[in-house]
């Protein structure tokens, strides 16, 4: 039986992720469309929609595993569930932070403004290097798949073996629990130094600018900042996600802790969902896209209360006049 603390958590975290669904099913849905008028896929078209995408089986996955291990351990620990689970959440976990990673590494080549030939020959190569970072993530899938099916069966010996020693049994799993997420953290460390450099590169143009500019900032600073709030919102809520996972990970090998479960479970939706709406609010593609929807919907909210208004006005003259 659950606690009203524990049903208000369940409460947030199924929350989190009709909200992250909505979302960002809106963002791969206006980039959908706008390739089909334009008939043809950019760069940023690309990111935003498989960042999307993975976003979506990826906070499916977190709510299913946590409702699946909440209501129905029986039948998570036993069969092949947990197999299916770790494989996917595997894939989708990695593909989500690599489309991120991405994004950083677009925002980062297309507005900063460094004259070092590095970055100069970079700038001009932004598809080989998206390329490039696309094989590191097969690379890391390799890496990640192999663990994961050695965490699994010694699970399973775990849960069959009286005599397993706990201690020894931990520091193990802590120390596979990092292999396994040594790809995901080296792709948030490019996205660390890529904000950094961003930060450098708009700190510079603000001092250039200050003795040449007295009115409202231009164009390059304001995609500086925007960018700076996309990349620093994306480094906090990943963090946040980072803590989740290692709490619900330390459920694995402290007592049955149920509030401390769900609580991991509701910090690690934080990120996909909050992310996706911090997307819409700084693109402005997505953000006119949002407010034109949101107008059509006042529309018809309008218009289908108007005609039910207009409906029993009608049946209220009816009635008068039969009388």
Not at 36 to 63: D, H, P, Y
Not at 78 to 96: A, H, K, P, R
Not at 99 to 108: D, E, H, I, Q, R
Not at 198 to 207: A, C
């Amino acid at each position: 039986m659950l606690s009203i603390l524990e049903g208000l958590f369940i409460f947030i975290a199924v929350s989190e992720s009709i909200l992250g669904v909505l979302g960002n099913g809106f963002i791969g849905l206006v980039n959908c469309i706008d390739c089909v008028k334009n008939k043809k896929f950019s760069m940023i078209g690309f990111i935003l929609t498989g960042l999307a995408t993975s976003r979506i089986c990826l906070i499916l996955i977190i709510i299913t595993d946590g409702l699946t291990k909440i209501f129905f351990p029986d039948m998570y620990s036993s069969g092949n569930l947990i197999d299916y689970i770790s494989y996917l959440w595997v894939i989708f976990n990695q593909s989500s932070i690599w489309f991120a990673t991405s994004l950083s590494v677009f925002y980062f080549l297309k507005i900063a403004n460094f004259s070092h030939h590095i970055f100069l020959w970079l700038k001009g190569r932004i598809n080989k290097v998206l390329h490039l970072l696309m094989g590191s993530l097969f690379i890391s899938w390799l890496f990640t798949f192999p663990q994961i099916v050695e965490i699994i069966n010694e699970s399973r010996m775990k849960s069959g073996n009286a005599t397993w020693n706990l201690h020894m049994q931990r520091s193990k799993f802590f120390t596979k629990q990092i292999l396994l997420n040594l790809g995901v953290i080296l792709l948030f460390t490019l996205c660390l130094i890529t904000c950094f450099l961003l930060i450098i590169s708009l700190w510079r143009h603000n001092r250039s600018m200050q003795l040449n500019v007295t009115g409202p900032r231009d164009p390059s600073t304001e995609a500086h900042v925007k960018a700076m709030k996309v990349l620093i919102s994306f480094i906090i809520l990943f963090i946040l996600y980072f803590i989740g996972i290692a709490i619900e990970i330390s459920c694995f090998t402290l007592p049955e802790n149920k509030l401390l479960f769900i609580s991991g479970m509701v910090t690690t939706a934080i990120y996909p969902w909050g992310h996706s709406f911090i997307l819409i609010l700084g693109n402005s593609k997505l953000k006119q896209a949002s407010l034109r929807a949101l107008q059509r919907f006042k529309c018809c909210e309008v218009g289908r209360l108007l005609t039910a208004a207009q409906t029993r006005v009608g049946r209220n003259g009816c009635s008068r006049r039969i009388i």
